[in-house]
Structures are given as structure tokens and as C-alpha cells.
């Protein structure tokens, strides 16, 4: 009886699985399209609908991890669909710059963005801004106790730390600016003093701060947008941004942004739609996730316009980037897990 | 064959060229504790599995008490809960900020200790949860098989219970034992998310450390070799504790004689399966359902959320029926040949699962590369491209199961019942179809079953290689769950466990149809020699 049937079930099965494949050939012969490869995802879809309506345009999207798009882009090559790039950290778009596998946008729009925020020959540009500072539980710390990233190898933090895990590429360009500012010797002392503080190293921001907020350690580093999200859902969570380093370069910036693939079959279209992110889309490519935006005439999103303005580090993130490897080499080194 | 190992070879040939100064920083730096963690790791999970699936799979065999036929189908289902699931919902219950952590503050005091959850004992805990019933499977089937006959035998001998489990069962169950721990090592050492999530730092997470952290391809490739040399030598060891005993099906699988428990026996055994089963699937549910409920704005469109189950589905079952086409291809091909070269040939193939997800799809994706680089980038042809490359992919990833499972019963056709059937006049091709196909049959219902669960649970491959517009269930999980957004992810989540426990229910259905397999093949022989 079950034989008789078998093959029936496995058709039906197997039928969405054509069915989804053929609906996705037939996407491919309709209007205009754009194509994306993004390591960015929440709600990028949101902006894209915007894109389309506005400009009759559809985008096309392939999620993934930054660095597993980038290594698709190369092993295609002159093959590849994507028409753009767009990453969630500065040092995967550099990196595919490194490898060819972007082309300069010559754009106006682009080159009117602040100068740190782009590519010197425009491979890429960065279209949001994430703040990666100090967090404390107002409780437990004034804030008059807190100044800089180097400051917390101060004995008086000993034990009362957490920070996020070496194999985290926001850890990363945060060290790599370290190693940028102060030389790597220098920047080794620092990440060796975080270590012999006890720093408690966790998997993800959000946990960082719910351990804040829960007690078990008083101050850490994240990304801005993080505490803007759990503020979203309560606005009493007891943990306050600190921005750090104010008297010195200013806070550590790292972007999420965008390049035209160096094959893109769209190049016209490609730059069309960044120059869109980079000025009427730049609310809906922010606002969803709290983040700052790149261009200066637009206001950001309302929560985090409350904490007011800082100082940012103007380091390009082209510069760090290039010194991530050396960062991991360099936690390795001082047995920052 | 060579098809299954080329993408393999293909990222392996940029192995060739060590780059000296990278490995004598890792060796100096952080390979030494990663090689230890990994090491320690596999022996714990193995350890750990060993003792739950065959614990386990004896109580449910040898003794009888109120739910066990229920249980003995249940305790499989873990199977359907991903580690890298079981793994965040372990922590957002244990972790610091987590429910039981602050009760236990809110109840002993702020200093109250608690062990450390992001280790590798945690990670051990969750693997050995999810993981289990591989060896769980394969022990029951061993001890339903194999031991009934011989353990009546020693009993009627004099042996205590105790001693006739020693003496006879466990040793005879060993090869199965050595085979599912082998198979849950291999996950173990190619898993990367489950451990990123407790921040353990194995081989695996030094490969995406330097792969995805450092840029270079060479030595993550180089790593890879590694965590590969690992693997051959477990299955070394597999088949040095498997030994040259080689132990025949003889009669119909059935259960020895069961001796019911009373009083506290009985409600050990009871609360020992619930306890497996609340921490392994029903907890995690629970937490699962929680989320579902309690947190704004989860519900996306169900439309979406079907259209990617049915990505998954479909995916998993064109690759389930690939990878059994193929393993009984090289199975028989390795059983007809003579010849040891075919058979260690045959061998080779398992080898996919060994080797670290992206490893395998970067493989693919150049060989995609060279299919579609004469038809420029036409868009539907790269589809098809892809989503064949896919199924490719999942074949040369999960062969091992697909085959493990193939070759187990092929091994239990004794030499007497071919030679029977050749005395009986029949020719190679009418054994080939009448006795090895039905005997085939069974484990391969086995193997397309683990291939589907895993490529419904399945990310790195997937997320690689598919095409544009085409998500899983799975890369659903991960969008959410790479955002840290654990409460959203929850209905993808529930989506994939509830579908992987699908084609379980259809194994056991069928597993349960073919008890009288053995009597039907005697029906088979007989009338392959009439005619």
C-alpha cells in the first residue's frame, strides 16, 4: 500500500520546488530589475518596495553573510546576477574592493557625502552609521567615572566588564581603530589590559546588555542600535549609552554600505539605486533599525535623536579594514576569546 | 565517485601551498587550545550520546513500563530539533539574564553560583541533546536484531540481566554504537553555529575566524584539512572498535522478552524518558511557543513563511532521493566489484561529511561556474544551475548518511542466503533484484530520512549557493537569528522542527510495516530459485 503511494507524496513534494523555481525564471524575463546581494537584512525589504513604487524599478535580493556573498561574487565573476553589494560592516566592502570585484560610481551624490564615509576612488559608500561605545547601568556607574575604550584596563573595572567575542568583525574594526591610533604594541597593551580586567567575553550584544541591565556586569561595549531596539520594546531598561573617547578622536564609527559589482549587468540602474539609499532612501534604510544616517540633511531616527550629538572618529573605514586581520592576530595574541 | 569529490579536491588543491608564517602564528597563537576544545568536545558529546542512546534503547528494549511503546518512537524526535536552536533557546533559559539564573538570585542572593553555560560543557549538553538518537536508532536496531537470540542463550546460561547486557549485548551492539557515535562526531566537528552561540572556539569556528576575519582563503582551506584529519581519524578509530566481527541478521528483528518494573524502577524509567524529552524537544517548544506569543510584531505574512517550507521540503526531498540513488549505486557497486580498490572508492565518497559546510559549497558554486560559463549569464539557466548544484551539494555533504545506512544492511545479507540463491539457479541480476533491493530498501527509508532532516536543517550550503528568490525555512532562522532577534525567529524555528519530525513519523510507519521484511525476503529466495 505505502509503495503505491510513495510516489505520488515525493511528486507533491517535489512540485513547490519546480513550481518556486519556475515562478523565480519567470521574475527574470519581467521589467527592469536591479539585483542585489546584501549582507545587510532587516528591513532593507521594506526600502526596496519604496525604490520600486517610486521609480517603477524592482530590486531583486539575495540575502547572506557578508563575507560568504563577497567569496560568491569572486567565484562567479564575470558570471554573477548581482548588479550591487551591500554589507552590514565596513571591512567585507573594503575587502571586495581589494579583490576587484567592485567598480567606482562616479557619482555626484555619492562624492557630496562626508569624506570618511567613502571609497577614495567611490568602490563603495557607506550609507548608515553604527556607533560602537560604552554601555553602563546608571545605577552601578557614574558616568563621570567613564572616559575612553583605554580607560577600562583601569584596575577599578577589574571584574565588572563584558564585551563581545574576537570572532565578532564589530570587535574587530574596534580593535583594528586601536591599532590605527596607537600602534600595535600599544593597542596589544590595551586588549591585554581588558583581559587581565576578568572581562567577561559574550556572543551577542543583545546578551551584553541584558547582563547589564540584569546585574551582572556594569559596563560593556556594543553597537549603538542594539539598546535603541530593547529601549523600543521597554523604555525603562536601565542602560545608558556613553560615548566614548570625546576628548580624543571621538567614538568608534563603523558603516554599512554599498558598491557596484565590478560585472554587474545594471551598472546605470546599480548606481541609480545607491545614490537613492544615500538620499531619499535613507530614512527607510536606517529608521527600522535605529541607525544614524550617513547624509547630514537627513535627521535621524527619533529614539536615538534623543542622546543627543558626539564626536566620531573621522578614521575612513577603508583605513581600518585594512588592518582587521591584524586585529584578530592581535586578540589571538593577548587570549581575548 | 569522482563527481562526489570534486568540489572537495577543487577547494583542497589551494591547500597545496601552506603559507608558513599564518601556521606558525596559529600554532604559537590559538590553534593548540582550538585542537584541545575540539578534541575534548568530540569526546564528550560521543561519550555523552553513547550513554543516553544506549541507556535508553536498552530500557526501552529489555524492560517493560507504562508509556514505553510510546517512548520508543518519542525519544527519536530530538532528532527534529536543530542544535543551533536547542542551543539559543538553552541559553536564553541559563544564560545570566536569563529566567532560571534570575530566580535563583531573586531566591539565594545576588552571589549565588551557578556554572558557567557558555562552555564547552554547555555546548556538550546541547549537542549531546540533539544528537542522541542516532545512536539511539542504531543501538535499538542492533538490540532487536542481533542480540535476541544470543542473550536468551546467556541467560539461560546463568547470567544476571546485568551480566548478559554486558557480556553479550553491549558487545554485539558495538559496531552500530561505533557507527552512530562516529556519525555524531562528524556533526560535531563540522558544527560552527551551535558553538559560535556558547563561544567556543573550535577548529571549525578557527576556519570562518580565518576565512572570514583574516581573508585568507589559503589557510582556511588549510584548517579545513585539518578538522578533515580529525574526521579520518575517528572513523579509524570506528572501524578499529567495530573490529573484524562481523555480526549477520539471523531471524526476524524482534524484542527479547521484556521484564515489567514496579515501584520506584518504574518511575525512574519513566521520569528518566521525560526528563531527555522535556530538555531535548518539548522545553524548547515550550520556550519556542512563549516567544511566539508574548512578543509584538512577529507575525509575517504566513504565505511567505509557506512558501519557504515548501522550499525546504522540496529541497529536502530531491536531495534525499539523490543521495539514495546514489549510495546504492556505490554500495553495490563496492559489494558486486572484487576488486578493494572499487571498495575503498566506494568509501571516499562519505567523505563530504567530514568536510565543513562552506567548504563544500564554495566547491560547487565553481563548478556551477564552469556549467554556465558558456551560456553567458542567462538567468534561468543559472537558476536551474543553482538549484541543481543545490542537490549536488546536499549529495556530497550527507552521502555518508545516505550510505552509512545502505551499506549496514546490505552487510546483514549473509554470504549463506546469496549462495543460496545462486544454488538456486538465480543469476547475478536476479539476486541483485530480489535480494539486495528489498534488503536495500530498508536502510535506504533509514538514510532518506537523516539526509532529509539534515538538509531541512541545513545553512551554510544553502545560503551560498541558492538562487535569487529562493529561502528556506532555514536561512529564515538565520536572518532573524544573526540580528539577534531570538523571539522572531521562534515561528521559522518551530516551523523547521515540526516539519523534520514529518519524515520521522514516516520512517517509524514504515519501519513498523517492515517487521516481517525477513519473512517476506524467505518468500522472495524461494520463488527466485522455482522460477
Avoid at chain 1, 96 to 115: K, Y
Avoid at chain 2, 468 to 495: C, M, N
Wanted: aromatic letters at 10%; proline letters at 5%.
Amino acid at each position: 500500500m505505502m509503495r503505491n503511494r510513495s510516489p505520488w507524496l515525493i511528486g507533491a513534494l517535489l512540485l513547490p520546488l519546480v513550481l518556486n523555481g519556475c515562478g523565480i525564471i519567470d521574475a527574470f524575463d519581467g521589467d527592469q530589475a536591479v539585483r542585489v546581494y546584501s549582507g545587510r537584512h532587516y528591513d532593507l525589504e521594506e526600502a526596496f518596495e519604496e525604490y520600486a513604487t517610486e521609480t517603477g524599478i524592482d530590486v531583486e535580493f539575495l540575502y547572506g553573510g557578508d563575507a560568504e556573498l563577497r567569496e560568491r561574487l569572486r567565484t562567479e565573476g564575470e558570471d554573477t546576477l548581482a548588479d550591487v553589494f551591500i554589507t552590514a560592516d565596513a571591512a567585507n566592502l573594503q575587502l571586495a574592493a581589494d579583490e576587484e570585484l567592485l567598480q567606482p560610481m562616479d557619482s555626484a551624490i555619492v562624492s557630496g557625502l562626508p569624506d570618511n564615509m567613502v571609497h577614495p576612488d567611490q568602490l563603495w559608500v557607506g550609507l548608515s552609521k553604527r556607533v560602537r561605545t560604552i554601555m553602563y547601568h546608571p545605577d552601578r556607574v557614574d558616568p563621570s567615572e567613564l572616559s575612553t575604550y583605554e580607560d577600562l584596563t583601569d584596575p577599578k573595572w577589574k571584574g565588572r566588564l563584558c564585551m563581545r567575542n574576537s570572532n565578532n568583525v564589530y570587535t574587530q574594526s574596534l580593535v583594528a581603530s586601536l591599532i590605527h591610533h596607537h600602534g600595535y604594541d600599544a593597542a596589544l597593551e590595551i586588549v591585554d589590559g581588558w583581559v587581565a580586567n576578568d572581562t567577561e567575553i559574550l556572543s551577542n550584544d543583545i546578551v551584553i546588555l541584558e547582563t547589564i541591565a540584569a546585574g551582572g556586569c556594569d559596563v560593556g561595549i556594543t553597537n549603538h542600535y542594539y539598546l535603541a531596539r530593547l529601549l523600543e520594546d521597554d523604555p525603562d531598561f536601565p542602560v545608558e549609552p556613553f560615548w566614548a573617547n570625546q576628548d580624543q578622536q571621538g567614538v568608534h564609527v563603523n558603516i554599512s554600505g554599498a558598491g557596484v559589482t565590478a560585472d554587474a549587468d545594471n551598472p546605470d540602474l546599480a548606481v541609480d539605486l545607491i545614490e537613492w539609499l544615500a538620499t531619499d532612501g535613507q530614512e527607510s534604510f536606517v529608521y527600522g533599525n535605529n541607525e544614524y544616517p550617513v547624509n547630514p540633511d537627513v535627521a535621524g531616527p527619533p529614539l536615538v535623536r534623543e542622546w543627543g550629538t558626539f564626536l566620531e572618529d573621522p578614521l575612513n573605514a577603508a583605513e581600518f579594514a585594512s588592518l582587521n586581520a591584524d586585529a584578530i592576530r592581535l586578540m589571538n595574541e593577548a587570549g581575548y576569546d | 565517485m569522482a563527481l562526489i569529490v570534486t568540489p572537495i579536491v577543487i577547494v583542497g588543491l589551494g591547500a597545496f601551498s601552506p603559507s608558513a608564517d599564518v601556521w606558525r602564528q596559529l600554532w604559537e597563537g590559538p590553534l593548540p587550545e582550538m585542537l584541545w576544545t575540539t578534541v575534548a568536545l568530540l569526546v564528550l558529546v560521543g561519550g555523552g550520546t553513547i550513554v543516553l542512546g544506549t541507556a535508553l534503547a536498552w530500557l526501552t528494549t529489555a524492560f517493560d513500563f507504562p508509556g514505553r511503546r510510546w517512548f520508543t518512537w518519542a525519544l527519536m524526535l530530538p532528532l527534529a530539533m536543530p542544535a543551533y536552536i536547542l542551543g539559543f533557546v538553552f541559553l536564553a533559559l541559563f544564560d545570566f539574564a536569563g529566567p532560571v539564573q534570575t530566580a535563583m538570585r531573586s531566591i539565594f542572593g545576588t552571589n549565588v553560583w551557578f556554572p558557567d553555560v557558555t562552555s564547552v560543557g554547555g555546548v556538550a549538553i546541547v549537542m549531546s541533546l540533539s544528537l542522541y538518537p542516532y545512536v539511539y536508532i542504531l543501538a535499538r536496531a542492533a538490540m532487536r536484531e542481533q542480540a535476541p537470540a544470543t542473550y536468551e542463550a546467556a541467560r539461560m546460561l546463568g547470567d544476571s540481566r546485568r551480566a548478559a547486557l554486558l557480556r553479550v549485548v553491549l558487545p554485539m551492539a558495538r559496531p552500530s554504537l561505533a557507527a552512530g557515535s562516529a556519525l555524531v562526531m562528524m556533526e560535531t566537528l563540522t558544527d560552527f553555529a551551535t558553538v559560535q552561540y556558547f563561544n567556543v572556539q573550535t577548529v571549525s569556528v578557527g576556519i570562518y575566524q580565518v576565512w572570514r576575519g583574516m581573508f585568507d582563503r589559503e589557510t582556511a582551506v588549510e584548517l579545513a584539512a585539518l578538522v578533515l584529519l580529525i574526521a579520518l581519524i575517528v572513523i579509524g578509530v570506528e572501524r578499529l572498535l567495530r573490529g573484524p566481527a562481523r555480526f549477520h541478521q539471523r531471524g526476524a528483528p524482534r524484542d527479547i522478552e521484556r521484564v515489567a518494573l514496579f515501584g520506584w524502577r518504574k518511575a525512574l524509567a519513566i521520569g528518566a524518558c521525560w526528563a531527555v524529552l522535556g530538555a531535548a524537544i518539548l522545553v524548547p517548544i515550550a520556550q519556542l511557543l512563549y516567544w511566539l506569543l508574548t512578543s509584538p510584531a512577529v507575525v509575517t505574512d504566513l504565505s511567505r513563511g509557506l512558501e519557504y517550507l515548501s522550499n525546504s521540503l522540496g529541497l529536502a526531498v530531491a536531495a534525499a532521493i539523490a543521495a539514495m540513488f546514489f549510495a546504492l549505486l556505490a554500495a553495490g557497486g563496492a559489494r558486486f566489484s572484487g576488486r578493494t580498490l572499487v571498495r575503498r572508492a566506494a568509501h571516499l565518497v562519505t567523505v563530504g561529511y567530514a568536510v565543513p559546510g562552506p567548504v563544500v559549497a564554495i566547491g560547487v558554486l565553481v563548478m556551477i561556474g564552469w556549467v554556465t560559463s558558456g551560456a553567458g549569464s542567462n538567468p534561468a539557466g543559472l537558476v536551474v544551475a543553482s538549484l541543481t548544484g543545490l542537490v549536488y551539494a546536499y549529495v556530497v555533504r550527507f552521502m555518508a548518511l545516505a550510505y552509512g545506512s545502505v551499506d549496514a544492511s546490505l552487510e546483514k545479507i549473509t554470504p549463506a542466503t546469496v549462495d543460496a540463491a545462486h544454488t538456486l539457479g538465480a543469476n547475478p541480476s536476479r539476486v541483485m533484484r530480489q535480494v539486495y533491493f528489498p534488503m536495500a530498501g530498508a536502510g535506504a527509508a533509514a538514510g532518506a530520512v537523516l539526509v532529509a532532516i539534515d538538509v531541512l536543517k541545513e545553512l551554510p550550503i544553502v545560503l551560498l549557493v541558492r538562487p535569487f528568490g529562493f529561502t528556506t525555512a532555514s536561512v529564515w532562522v538565520w536572518e532573524l537569528a544573526s540580528e539577534s532577534r531570538w523571539a522572531a525567529a521562534a515561528i521559522p524555528a518551530l516551523l523547521i522542527v515540526l516539519t523534520a519530525m514529518v519524515p520521522i513519523a514516516f520512517y517509524l510507519r514504515r519501519e513498523r510495516l517492515s517487521r516481517g521484511s525477513a519473512v517476506a525476503l524467505e518468500t522472495r529466495l524461494t520463488t527466485a530459485g522455482r522460477s
